[in-house]
C-alpha cells in the first residue's frame, strides 16, 4: 500500500501551536495549492488544504511561517472521525506531514522587503542539514544580482548554433 502526499503552496493563515497533555507540539495551518488548470472564467482554482505536523517541526513552522509563506509539505493522507456537541460524527481528512520546506527565504513575501535588504538567509532546514541550503542561497544571491535570470546571449546578436543531438528533449 502508498499513502504519499507531496504539495506546494502557500499558508492561508499562521500556523497553530499547540501542546498536548504530554508536552508534545502540534502544529495546524492551512495549505493553499493552485490547479494546473483554469476554470471556464480562465481564472486558476486553489484547493485548501489542512495540514498537522508533530514535534519539533511543529514548532519550526509554528516560528518561522506564517500567512502567505511559500512552503513545501511532504506526508499522508488521514482520516479521523468525532462525535461532535450535537451528537453528529464529524469526519476530517487532513495531511499528516513528516516534513514542511520552507521554500523562500524570510521576508521574501513581504512586499520585496527581504530581498531589498539582500536576506538571503533560509530557515527551517531540512533533517539532517546539508549544504542544500547553502547553495540555494548562492542561487538566491546570484538571481538577485541578475545571474540566473538574465539571457547570457541577449547582447551577442550572434545565431546559437545547436544541433537537434544537442537538445535533453
Known amino acids: 500500500m502508498l499513502n504519499r502526499v507531496v504539495l506546494v503552496g502557500r499558508l492561508t493563515r499562521d500556523p497553530e501551536l499547540r501542546y498536548t497533555p504530554n508536552g508534545v507540539a502540534v502544529a495546524n495551518f492551512t495549505l493553499a495549492v493552485?490547479?494546473?488548470?483554469?476554470?471556464?472564467?480562465?481564472?486558476?482554482?486553489a484547493d485548501f488544504i489542512n495540514c498537522v505536523i508533530w514535534r519539533k517541526p511543529a514548532e519550526n513552522v509554528a516560528n518561522y511561517l506564517k500567512k502567505g509563506s511559500l512552503a513545501g509539505v511532504d506526508g499522508r493522507i488521514q482520516t479521523r472521525s468525532y462525535d461532535?456537541?450535537?451528537?453528529?460524527?464529524?469526519?476530517?481528512?487532513?495531511?499528516?506531514?513528516?516534513s514542511v520546506q520552507f521554500l523562500e527565504p524570510r521576508g521574501a513575501n513581504q512586499g520585496g522587503q527581504g530581498q531589498s535588504q539582500g536576506n538571503n538567509d533560509f530557515y527551517g532546514a531540512?533533517?539532517?542539514?546539508?549544504?542544500?541550503?547553502?547553495?540555494?542561497?548562492?542561487?538566491?544571491?546570484?538571481?538577485?544580482?541578475?545571474?540566473?535570470?538574465?539571457?547570457?546571449?541577449?547582447?551577442?546578436?550572434?545565431?546559437?548554433?545547436?544541433?537537434?543531438?544537442?537538445?535533453?528533449f
Open 34 to 45: 493552485n490547479r494546473t488548470f483554469s476554470n471556464q472564467q480562465g481564472e486558476r482554482d
Open 126 to 168: 531540512p533533517a539532517g542539514g546539508g549544504n542544500d541550503y547553502a547553495k540555494q542561497g548562492n542561487q538566491q544571491s546570484n538571481r538577485q544580482s541578475g545571474g540566473f535570470n538574465d539571457d547570457p546571449f541577449a547582447n551577442d546578436g550572434k545565431p546559437i548554433d545547436i544541433s537537434d543531438d544537442d537538445l535533453p
Open 84 to 98: 461532535n456537541n450535537e451528537g453528529r460524527r464529524v469526519f476530517i481528512t487532513e495531511v499528516v506531514a513528516d
